[in-house]
């Protein structure tokens, strides 16, 4: 009886952690409020964005390689990282990508001080805002986590969480290019919206492997007849609550 106690326990944490994950930081759960992580489409479309940067020198790179191919994203940047490198803030917008608001620390710890993760969002509206001239529509939560207080705090400032696919469960672990595009390419579907990672969190870090799978990915999946557009386009939304550009 006393074993039988402890599996019923264990299998009850297990369940709780699940149904808490799935419900906070799936990139597909609408428990919390409409959640974004595709187009309802079935053209060949889909959209590939970077998050935790700007980060030297790999988002330049991807800069560089996006534009010899044509292909306009959607950077959604942390704040930390914009005060760092403002001029590659600009470059991007500058180069015609979309710009997202992905807090300005991203650190977990913030959704304990601060559910509502106003200010969060709020200083680095600023920042990018004081950059580029312009403040993004739209919001990707760190680790995709959320909880009521952040929609409500999103609707009140006019924004749309984002949601998305991860490229690969372990990219921001920098696992092969090889074994990121594969896992991408064979999971990609009309109307995805893809999430890589030109940083990790606010600290930067090395993205070689993300860099490098982003151009076979590109090539196979064009191949396939796919096309590249940016998140505000895919969606037919706003990227900025100003139009007005520098």
Not at 161 to 177: D, K, L, M, Q, R
Not at 218 to 236: N, P
Request: contains cysteine; charged residues 20%.
């Amino acid at each position: 009886m006393p074993e039988m106690i402890v599996t019923v326990f264990f299998v009850g944490i297990v369940v709780f952690l699940a149904a808490t994950y799935w419900t906070h930081a799936s990139p597909y759960s609408q428990f919390f409020g409409k959640f974004i992580y595709r187009a309802k489409t079935d053209q060949k479309i889909v959209a590939l964005t970077f998050d935790d940067g700007p980060n030297q020198p790999f988002t330049t790179e991807l800069l560089d390689f996006l534009k010899s191919q044509h292909i306009k994203a959607t950077f959604f940047v942390v704040g930390k990282c914009v005060e760092k490198y403002p001029e590659v803030l600009k470059k991007i917008y500058a180069d015609g990508h979309t710009i997202g608001n992905h807090s300005y620390s991203h650190q977990f710890s913030q959704y304990f001080k601060q559910p509502t993760f106003r200010n969060e969002i709020n200083k680095t509206q600023s920042i990018i805002k004081k950059t580029i001239g312009v403040s993004p529509a739209l919001f990707r939560p760190p680790w995709l986590y959320r909880q009521p207080a952040l929609f409500s705090t999103l609707k009140k400032l006019a924004m749309k969480p984002i949601s998305g696919t991860f490229c690969h469960p372990f990219e921001v672990a920098n696992i092969s290019a090889e074994k990121i595009a594969r896992y991408t390419i064979k999971n990609t579907k009309p109307g995805a919206i893809i999430i890589f990672h030109d940083g990790h969190d606010s600290h930067g870090g090395n993205r070689r492997q993300t860099v490098d799978s982003i151009k076979i990915v590109v090539k196979e999946l064009r191949v396939q007849g796919y096309e590249f557009v940016a998140v505000d386009k895919l969606l037919d939304i706003p990227a900025y609550k100003l139009k007005r550009r520098l």
